[in-house]
Nanobody, 114 residues
Framework: QVQVVESGGGLVQAGGSLRLSCAAS????????MGWFRQAPGKEREFVAAISWSGRIYYADSVKGRFTISRDNAKNTVYLQMNSLKPEDTAVYYCNLNGPQDYWGQGTQVTVSS
């Protein structure tokens, strides 16, 4: 059974940093892209960042220059280093594995206070 577990969320002041982790297990994730989405209260879920199996990286314009995504294929883990956080980054952050099937984590709350 596939499990996708995020960790690393929390409360931080504006300008601070957090590092999210997402560990996947239960099958082989070769050729799967791994990424992050977020959903703020009253808003739709939006794309944040993604990294392909080969390491190609994509960012939403709103996080470019502040967030860094990386992955460890041996550990089926993806990371999101978030720096210079802003109150508008407050959301539940979801890990996504995109391939022949789509897998989602349960989400981790990130709250940035002003």
């Amino acid at each position: 059974q596939v499990q996708v577990v995020e960790s690393g969320g929390g409360l931080v002041q504006a300008g601070g940093s957090l590092r999210l982790s997402c560990a996947a297990s239960g099958r082989t994730f070769s050729r799967y892209a791994m990424g992050w989405f977020r959903q703020a209260p009253g808003k739709e879920r939006e794309f944040v960042a993604a990294i392909s199996w080969s390491g190609r990286i994509y960012y939403a314009d709103s996080v470019k220059g502040r967030f860094t995504i990386s992955r460890d294929n041996a550990k089926n883990t993806v990371y999101l280093q978030m720096n210079s956080l802003k109150p508008e980054d407050t959301a539940v952050y979801y890990c996504n594995l995109n391939g022949p099937q789509d897998y989602w984590g349960q989400g981790t709350q990130v709250t940035v206070s002003s």
